[in-house]
């Protein structure tokens, strides 16, 4: 059964950094492309970040130079280092793994900027 576990969300303060993990079992990691999307009340849900296997890497103009994915295939885990956090940052942030022509979704860790 493929599972994926967001964790490292919570409450920060604006401009402060959260760092979100995101562990994948059931596949072979290595070989999925890996996403974060992020969720807020009332709009759309929004892609973040991809990295695919080959570690390229790309991320939505909103979050470009303040967020950065990256992998570790060896833990089997997706990162998403997010500095200079925004109010408009504030979202359930969830990862997403493209797996031999299927996607599968984490169940989501809630990210709140706020003073």
């Known amino acids: 059964e493929v599972q994926l576990v967001e964790s490292g969300g919570g409450l920060v303060q604006p401009g402060g950094s959260l760092k979100l993990s995101c562990t994948g079992s059931g596949f072979d990691f290595g070989e999925a492309r890996m996403n974060w999307f992020r969720h807020a009340p009332g709009k759309e849900r929004e892609w973040v970040a991809t990295?695919?296997?080959?570690?390229?890497?790309a991320e939505a103009d909103s979050v470009k130079g303040r967020f950065t994915i990256s992998r570790d295939n060896a833990m089997n885990t997706v990162h998403l280092q997010m500095n200079s956090l925004e109010s408009a940052d504030t979202a359930t942030y969830y990862c997403?793994?493209?797996?031999?022509?299927?996607?599968?979704w984490g169940q989501g860790t809630q990210v709140t900027v706020s003073s």
């Open positions: 997403r793994a493209y797996y031999a022509k299927y996607y599968y």
């Open positions: 990295i695919l296997t080959d570690h390229s890497t």
